[in-house]
């Protein structure tokens, strides 16, 4: 039997034993497997450490490197994701929107799982955990393709976490890692259709442009991050440039991080020479029109290209407008549907930023960086949705669930 099809049959069968499994016994294989994670982290900081050799070796840039190491804070998190979804609400069983009907019939909604989910990622293994920790918790089973630059990682973290389900009578196909790394084993996963009812992908532009152009399986989107913050006319200008420095530095390599500043042209002057110190501490370079250059002179001029380009390094691009209608303008025209936030005192534009901008999570006065599962309190996420179909943005529990409806009667007939 071919190994991907092997793989699919497993995966329906364990979705089988999850689809009705109760929520005590899901919360004890969770804490288990957090536990198995931290007890394992020699074993996978080994693993980890030659995939970051391999990745060094291929001239992988520093963002990338970033989002590749595991290190024992990382592993710590990890399980603590898993432990924060054990301590979640079940959504699985919700019962939403019972109605009587005037013949009698009383009809409802009822959350239930998707069933088997695939999850193509790069190279990232806290996806491991967290893609196992919230499909186990809402029901579905999962099937990972991670990225070849973290195979050794990914195989690490799922024999953890497999060994945590056997331990708990479970299967171990909740959670399968796809060992293959040639691009007709992916190819050929994108159109499991038979086993898989939902694809997500995770990762750069081209990855997921591939997923949704080939895949015969429904695709949740989760884009790429081309990121803004808008420093408006009322703005703050200190706490500007602090939530700027967080969002750009904090970590380069993550989707959430700021990729192009938009500034009123009222503050510029004062504005870019203050951003430009406060980055200079980690040597960000600065792409900016003529205004931004004329303001500050280590800026340099950005071209067409900048304005929608998601860097994941320290660079950053600056574009200068005359009011706020022209900054909603520039953000709705060169973002990725992401994370958008205006730094204002001003209350009507601070009201108009969050009408107008059109992306999944929109900020007044803080950093795009809290776009995050964790820090929106679901534990972990599946990924930032930045569709507008079932999810958008941090996609946790309740976004790996569908609803059927559920009608109680007495006799009736259609008449």
């Known amino acids: 039997m071919e190994y991907l099809e092997q793989i699919g049959i497993q995966a329906k069968e364990a979705e089988a034993v999850l689809r009705t499994l109760?929520?005590?016994?899901?919360?004890?294989?969770?804490?288990?497997?957090?536990?198995?994670?931290?007890?394992?982290?020699?074993?996978?900081l080994e693993a980890n450490q030659k995939d970051m050799d391999m990745a060094r070796e291929k001239g992988m840039a520093q963002g990338l490197l970033d989002r590749l190491a595991l290190?024992?804070?990382?592993?710590?998190?990890?399980?603590?994701g898993l432990l924060q979804v054990a301590a979640a609400d079940d959504p699985v069983g919700e019962i939403l929107n019972m109605k009587k009907r005037p013949n009698g019939l009383m009809i409802g909604q009822k959350?239930?799982?998707?069933?088997?989910?695939?999850?193509?990622?790069?190279?990232?293994?806290?996806?491991?955990?967290?893609?196992?920790?919230?499909?186990?918790?809402?029901?579905?089973?999962?099937?990972?393709?991670?990225?070849?630059?973290?195979?050794?990682?990914?195989?690490?973290?799922?024999?953890?976490?497999?060994?945590?389900?056997?331990?708990?009578g479970l299967p171990e196909a909740a959670v399968q890692l796809i060992a293959g790394q040639d691009r007709q084993v992916t190819a050929r996963f994108m159109k499991m259709n038979d086993y898989v009812?939902?694809?997500?992908?995770?990762?750069?532009?081209?990855?997921i442009r591939s997923v949704v152009r080939e895949s015969t399986i429904p695709v949740i989107e989760t884009g790429t991050g081309n990121c803004h913050i808008y420093v408006d006319a009322s703005a703050d200008l200190e706490m500007a440039a602090e939530i700027l420095y967080n969002a750009k530095t904090q970590r380069i390599g993550v989707c959430n991080a700021c990729e192009s500043l938009v500034v009123h042209e009222a503050v510029a002057d004062v504005f870019l020479p203050m951003a430009a110190a406060r980055l200079g501490d980690k040597k960000v370079e600065l792409r900016g029109d003529d205004k931004a250059m004329a303001a500050e002179p280590s800026i340099v001029a950005a071209g067409e290209e900048d304005w929608g380009r998601e860097y994941l390094d320290y660079i950053l691009s600056i574009k200068t407008v005359r009011n706020i209608g022209e900054a909603i303008a520039h953000i709705n025209r060169y973002n990725t549907g992401h994370s958008e936030a205006i730094i204002t005192r001003d209350y009507a534009n601070a009201q108009r930023f969050l009408d107008e901008v059109d992306a999944a999570a929109v900020y007044v006065n803080a950093s795009t960086r809290f776009t995050d599962g964790g820090e929106f309190g679901f534990g972990a996420e599946i990924g930032i949705s930045t569709q507008k179909l079932h999810a958008r943005g941090p996609m946790g529990l309740k976004e790996l669930t569908s609803m059927k409806y559920i009608i109680y009667g007495n006799g009736q007939v259609r008449p």
Do not use: W
Request: charged share 25%; proline share 3%.
């Open 71 to 80: 290190t024992g804070d990382r592993i710590r998190s990890m399980a603590d």
């Open 22 to 44: 109760g929520s005590e016994h899901k919360n004890l294989a969770l804490r288990k497997a957090a536990e198995y994670l931290v007890k394992a982290e020699s074993t996978l």
């Open 197 to 207: 009812d939902v694809l997500i992908p995770r990762g750069g532009a081209g990855l």
């Open 111 to 168: 959350r239930v799982p998707l069933g088997v989910i695939g999850i193509i990622y790069e190279a990232r293994p806290n996806v491991t955990a967290d893609a196992f920790g919230l499909c186990f918790k809402s029901g579905n089973a999962v099937i990972l393709k991670g990225g070849s630059d973290a195979l050794h990682s990914n195989e690490a973290i799922v024999a953890a976490v497999q060994r945590a389900l056997a331990d708990c």
